[in-house]
Nanobody, 121 residues
Framework: QVQLVESGGGLVQTGGSLRLSCVAS????????MAWYRQAPGKQRDLVAT???????NYADSVKDRFTLSRDNPKNTVHPKMNSLKPNDTAVYYC???????????????WGQGTQVTVSS
């Protein structure tokens, strides 16, 4: 089984920064992508950013140039550094691991419990 544990959320003023962390434990395949999603109250869960084991990243347009995603493969951790935060960045942020056991297997998603980020105006 796989467990994801997020940390680092909190309250920050507009323009401030936060660094979140996600630690994955259990059976982690080499074929995986780690990602962060967020869900604001009353809204759907949206993709924020993804990172491959080769550290190739993709960002949602809304966070591009403000958020930076990094990962430490040996430690199975991923860290989004969020700069220039805005009130509409307020959401619960979820860590996601999408992996497959081998090239012929189906992908499987795992989720953390979420961490609240609140940006005050």
């Amino acid at each position: 089984q796989v467990q994801l544990v997020e940390s680092g959320g909190g309250l920050v003023q507009t323009g401030g920064s936060l660094r979140l962390s996600c630690v994955a434990s259990g059976t982690i395949s080499r074929i995986n992508t780690m990602a962060w999603y967020r869900q604001a109250p009353g809204k759907q869960r949206d993709l924020v950013a993804t990172i491959t084991p080769g550290k190739v990243t993709n960002y949602a347009d809304s966070v591009k140039d403000r958020f930076t995603l990094s990962r430490d493969n040996p430690k199975n951790t991923v860290h989004p550094k969020m700069n220039s935060l805005k009130p509409n960045d307020t959401a619960v942020y979820y860590c996601n691991l999408n992996q497959k056991r081998d090239i012929l297997s189906s992908c499987r998603d795992y989720w953390g419990q979420g961490t609240q980020v609140t940006v005050s105006s």
